[in-house]
């Protein structure tokens, strides 16, 4: 879950992702410090994780894409109604059912170093990311385009075989600079780390480990922000972060239900912070390695997930801040099957299957089958005190069956890259964003089941397959919910994931900061047009970023 609005892209996320305040900040100024032509201050956030990987396109953590969303622009947008519009794109409109897509870019944007984006940059955009070589996992939104034509400085159109439903979403993908990465290799290129934007902020330093700061673009074409620096510090434990919210060294986390209910009240809080609180676009799911031999039976799966108590996961986990959740969908929205329920406690039920599996009891109570007991890991990120509760709790209620579960923790940036991208691990405890579009071929598709794949449980069904295929080439809304109900009733059915819970967003943001305005797309989705009032602002910041030509 992230505090910024959900973007098109699909991403794994670090579920109440929060933000601490970086050693090396200076100390606040007292108002009267302040002088008349100060920057518009600093906002300091917190990760547990660190960014990996700078391109969007390569990248599949909340961090990075954090981070880039921050730097880059992108043809369109979503509005605060969750509604796209125009960014980057001074017009665009679609033709011939649906199947062709015409952009023309505003004049003037420009890159960092002065040069100009146009067409040329879209056209770049779109074939390094359907390039084979660059294996990106969000390829097919732009390999479903046929034909991509530049027809001047300004204006290109994607042409389609057939309606794409995800057409529109496509088009809020980052732009990437075609006179900067055009003959490198892209997935090894300085530029994940020193990238080159058009968006409201530029990379200013990148401490690894330690904290990533981006200074206002005053080449901006919406207008310089007013916040001067944006910090984000990488520090791998909840609680320091709360600690230094408490201190006032934070301006903005995202609050766990325990902090939220009964740790951030009173005069003081009501005083320097806001709290906010919406239904996360976000769900937490325990997902299976279809390649582990015990979880290639779906009896196997289905049984764990019926010794699951998700009722006891929102209230123990959330303290009843939150849903239980029955599929990749948000409760209420349109894709969102309309009468299927949470997998439901049924130990009785999750006995026989394991029996019909061929797994017994031996005298310690340890089930096996064929001398081997039903031993496996979960798998989840360190410093995330919530998935490392929910993985505790499974474990005891797996353990009244005689599973045996171990809780493995791995840092952030490991975690990914070598053990959830490459496929090695039993199980494990992750969320997803829930993006607008319903389509969700990247993440269950079979085709994606590979190395650097967003399907990384290697769940293959010819079925869903299909339906996805269906689904993301039809126009009419009401035959493609009716698509992903059926698709939600084959993943209940087959359990691939175990989904566990919808969190609630519940941000908290220090009162300095104006601008706020809370929407359905939830409270980042105008961070560019934040402001401090003079009198409010905190922290130095060098005229050096407002004389940049």
Known sequence: MTLRSSKTMLFVILAFFLFAFPASVAPPLAAGDIGAESPGDRIIFGTIGEASNLISYLSSDTPSHEVADLLFVAPLRYNKDLEPEPWA???????????????????????????????????????????????????????????????????????????????????????????????????????SRKPVGAGPYRLKSWDAGSSIVLEASPTYFEGQPDIAEVVYRIIPDESTMFMETRAGRLDVMNLNPLQYLRQTSGEWWEKEFAKYRYLASVYIFMGFNMEHPAFSDVRVRRAISMAVNRDDLVSGVLLGLGEAAVGPYKPGTWAHHPTL???????????????????????????????????????????????????????????????????????????????????????????????????????????????????????????????????????????????????????????????????????????????IQPALAGIMYNFDKWRVPRESRRYPVSLELRQKP
């Open 89 to 191: 794109a001074e017009t665009w409109r679609m033709e011939d059912g649906g199947k062709r897509m015409i952009f023309t870019l505003r004049k003037g944007i420009l890159w960092e170093d002065g040069t100009e984006l146009t067409a040329w940059d879209m056209e770049y955009t779109w074939k390094v990311v359907t390039d084979p070589a660059t294996a990106s996992p969000y390829a097919e939104d732009f390999s479903a385009v046929k034909e991509f034509r530049v027809i001047d400085r300004y204006t290109f159109e994607a042409v389609y075989e057939k309606f794409f439903a995800r057409s529109v979403a496509s088009w809020m993908s980052p732009i990437l600079p075609k006179h900067i990465l055009e003959g490198q290799n892209i997935r090894d290129t300085p530029f």
């Open 341 to 515: 329920k949470p997998m439901a406690e049924n130990l009785d039920e999750a006995r026989r299957l394991l029996a019909e599996a061929g797994y017994a009891k031996d005298a310690a109570g340890v089930l096996r089958k064929d001398g081997k007991a039903l031993s496996f890991s979960i798998l989840t990120n360190q410093g995330n005190e919530q998935r490392i509760l929910t993985a505790t709790l499974i474990q005891g209620q797996l353990a009244r069956l005689g599973i045996e579960a171990k809780i493995r923790t791995v840092e952030w940036a490991a975690f990914i890259r070598e053990f959830v991208n490459k496929g090695r691990f039993d199980a494990v405890i992750l969320g997803w964003t829930i993006t607008q579009d319903p389509d969700i071929f990247q993440i269950w598709h079979s085709s994606q089941a590979h190395d650097g794949g967003l399907n990384f449980t290697r769940y293959r069904n010819p079925e869903v397959d299909a339906i996805l295929e269906e689904a993301r080439a039809t126009p009419d809304k009401e035959t493609r919910a009716r698509l992903y109900w059926k698709l939600q009733e084959i993943l209940d059915r087959d359990q691939p994931y175990c989904f566990l819970f919808v969190p609630y967003a519940l941000p908290i943001v220090q009162r300095r900061f104006q601008g």
